[in-house]
């Protein structure tokens, strides 16, 4: 069964970091693209950054830009996303998704296109 696990989210301060895991099984990352999304209260998902299968094409949101970075480990089957520089506006549930081949990473980040499989998420609170 395939199934993807978020981890890492907890409670920082501002300017602080943290790396939010997202553990696929079931499937090898080389068969989706795999995308992070969060959700703060009172507000809609929205699609924080993407990677393609291949890792060639990452696609970032302009407000995490320049902070955040997506990246991935074959061999653990594993994507990362590096969160620095945290800011309050960042407090959200992060989740992890993967995404059809069909679509493109902007596609997917921008309008969820394409997402055949949702992780749980995490709580990231930025709070000082």
């Known amino acids: 069964q395939s199934q993807l696990v978020a981890s890492g989210g907890g409670l920082v301060q501002p300017g602080g970091s943290l790396r939010l895991s997202c553990a696929a099984s079931?499937?090898?990352?080389?068969?989706?693209?795999i995308g992070w999304f969060r959700q703060a209260p009172g507000k809609e998902r929205e699609g924080v950054s993407c990677v393609s299968n291949s890792g060639g094409s990452t696609n970032y949101a302009d407000s995490v830009k320049g902070r955040f970075t997506i990246s991935r480990d074959m061999a653990k089957n594993t994507v990362y996303l590096q969160m620095n520089n945290l800011k309050p506006e960042d407090t959200a549930v992060y989740f992890c998704?993967?995404?059809?081949?069909?679509?493109?990473?902007?596609?997917?980040?921008?309008?969820?296109?394409?997402?055949?499989?949702w992780g749980k998420g995490t709580l990231v609170t930025v709070n000082s």
């Open positions: 079931g499937f090898t990352l080389d068969s989706y693209n």
């Open positions: 998704a993967a995404g059809s081949l069909i679509t493109t990473v902007q596609r997917m980040c921008a309008r969820t296109d394409g997402i055949t499989l």
